[in-house]
């Protein structure tokens, strides 16, 4: 048996351990373990009088971090999965979503997603309503509670090509992954853990999971102070713990060079892109206390891979080893596995590859594929290589992989590459198309002109995978998950100012 | 030389237009940077680096707090706040 079979006992057992510690702050607002726990549970009550029984979906669309968090312990005492969504979605990304999961109750304050909400018969409930349900009478226990085998949770999740799906993780998936990550992280008991991303992020998400594992607390950035006040919210929050994606990296050691004070952080993990060695290398250097912590991971099994603190210095390239108890490995396009130093698809085995696709029997089918139909393995459609202590370096999505002049290219490393031109500040490649005239169009931030980046590039990689053209931008256009955002990118490089 | 509010609106346009890459014209003190113009924290950092130059403005990343970036008129008063500071000095 777990240690905790659920969500919420992991909530409680860590509750009834710190009962008055803070669990969790945003700019305005706090809550402690034990009161996030009582809240949650009496939340659970008014899900139930709402009509929610086991195995339904509670659909949570709210900036304040601490409703969010009330609402998923509250849906995980009723059994219910619960989906953070994150405000912006809303119209017809946010039907998507509620036809896609037929919710039986939203959580939510603003208008617009009450209205849809209630156009599709769903249920609305206010954070107010949530966060100050009344006490349920003395002794009422919910009846019919979850087993660690239910679904919890349902994070959505865009692909290239289709409509978002979701992926669905069982209770004990998510506290698998959750503990294994914090068997490499080690948040302490005492770490202010920053959170730039909000919950409606896997990776927001699970920071709480993890700050409630070690008894810590978890501080919720809004998106209004992780821009320029970034540093000063640092400090104001004392936070020593920082959980970085590179935008907010790269904003940060702008920031930091020209502070006097430096935040007090220890820790520095990066996920969702490669993180630029000079970002590191400056972050390093203004903050001497800080160790950085490089990770690999997709929302199918939440993290793959983690490296060890500052292991980047010894292995610059790589994202670290299989998480433990798992295992990473790359196989050929026919699903043979291959040997250390072969570039192939990654795959992932372990408890915490999740459930799968909720009710995408097929697309569930190709990427949680079961290996003599039976044992599940992802297939991450992500590509590169495993060395032989284990290892993992990465080279690209498949849909970051193209040819050209006959060869295979990755989008990933050509950026790398760039990045590494002296004057170079950050770089993106759009594959050959119909819009980019079937080469490679190559986009750099720089003072340089982009002849001159392509020569410095020579040397850095194989003359072969260097664009023919590079077009210097003012900025590179980015997506809320704070990656490369091409559509924009490709409309930006052929404003005729550009051309 | 001592700037005006309406020296900075100039500036902001001009910044804007560089890093939304689109025309940015008629600002008003209650236009919203995060609600109506669509910044996120990236493109707000960029504005500010373009301040900088433009304007000679020299932040201090530490005095630097989420309520100056609210609104065209609150992160006027503080540019000018800050462009005084520094004229003091």
């Not at chain 1, 549970?41 to 086991?54: F, I, K």
Request: contains cysteine; charged residues 25%.
């Amino acid at each position: 048996m777990p240690q905790h079979p659920t969500l919420h006992s992991l909530l409680d057992e860590t509750a009834a351990a710190h009962q008055d510690r803070c669990a969790m702050s945003t700019a305005s607002d706090s809550i402690t373990y034990k009161n996030l726990a009582q809240a949650s549970r009496h939340a659970a009550h008014l899900l139930r009088a709402h009509g929610v029984q086991r195995g339904d979906r509670v659909v949570i669309s709210s900036p304040d971090a601490i409703t969010v968090a009330v609402a998923v312990h509250a849906a995980s005492r009723a059994g219910a999965m619960f989906s953070v969504l994150h405000e912006d979605v809303r119209d017809s990304p946010l039907q998507h979503v509620l036809q896609d999961c037929e919710p039986a109750v939203i959580v939510t304050d603003d208008p617009g997603v009450s209205a849809t909400a209630q156009a599709h018969d769903v249920q609305v409930l206010t954070s107010q309503e949530l966060r100050h349900a009344p006490a349920p009478r003395e002794g009422s226990h919910l009846p019919n509670p979850p087993l660690g085998v239910d679904g919890a949770c349902l994070i959505y999740t865009s692909g290239t090509t289709s409509l978002p799906k979701a992926v669905v993780s069982t209770h004990q998936q998510v506290l698998f992954a959750a503990q294994a990550i914090q068997d490499c992280l080690a948040y302490r008991a005492d770490d202010i853990v920053y959170s730039p991303l909000p919950l409606s992020f896997d990776y927001g998400l699970y920071q709480m999971f993890l700050t409630f594992l070690a008894g810590a607390q978890l501080r919720v950035g809004h998106v209004a102070e992780v821009g320029p006040p970034l540093l000063r919210a640092l400090q104001d929050s004392k936070a020593t713990v920082l959980a970085a994606v590179p935008s907010v990296s790269d904003r940060l050691a702008w920031l930091v060079r020209r502070a006097k004070n430096k935040p007090a952080l220890r820790l520095l993990t990066n996920t969702g892109a490669a993180l630029s060695e000079k970002t590191i290398a400056d972050l390093r250097e203004a903050i001497p206390t800080l160790r950085v912590q490089l990770m690999y991971g997709l929302t199918e099994c939440k993290r793959a891979t983690i490296m060890p603190p500052d292991g980047d210095l010894q292995r610059p390239g790589s994202s670290g080893k299989a998480l433990p108890g798992t295992e990473v490995f790359t196989i050929d396009d026919d699903g043979k596995r291959l040997p250390a130093g072969e570039v192939g698809q990654f795959v992932v085995r372990g408890s915490h590859v999740m459930a799968g696709y909720w009710r995408r029997p097929e697309m569930t089918a190709e990427r949680f594929h079961r290996r003599d139909g039976l044992f599940p393995e992802l297939r991450t459609g992500d590509y590169g290589w495993m060395d032989d202590e284990g290892y993992l370096y990465f080279s690209g999505r498949r849909d970051d992989l193209y040819k050209e002049r006959g060869f295979r290219v990755s989008a990933t490393e050509v950026e790398a590459a760039a990045r590494r031109v002296e004057g170079v500040d950050s770089a993106a490649v759009l594959p050959p198309g119909p819009k980019t005239g079937h080469t490679a169009v190559l986009a750099v931030v720089t003072e340089l002109d982009g002849p001159e980046v392509l020569a410095r590039m020579q040397g850095l990689i194989e003359d072969y995978k260097i664009p023919r053209r590079c077009v210097p931008v003012p900025h590179l256009p980015t997506n809320h998950n704070g990656k490369v955002d091409r559509q924009a990118l490709t409309n930006l490089i052929h404003d005729p100012a550009h051309a | 030389m001592s700037l005006n509010r309406a020296d900075v609106t100039a500036a902001m346009e001009t910044a804007l237009n560089k890093v939304l890459d689109r025309p940015v014209t008629g600002l008003s003190g209650q236009t919203r940077l995060f609600d109506d113009l669509h910044l996120d924290s990236t493109t707000m950092l960029e504005m500010l680096m373009e301040l900088e130059d433009s304007l000679g403005l020299e932040v201090d990343p530490e005095e630097l707090e989420a309520d100056d970036f609210e609104t065209v008129d609150t992160f006027t008063d503080f540019a000018l706040a800050q462009l005084e500071t520094r004229n003091a000095a």
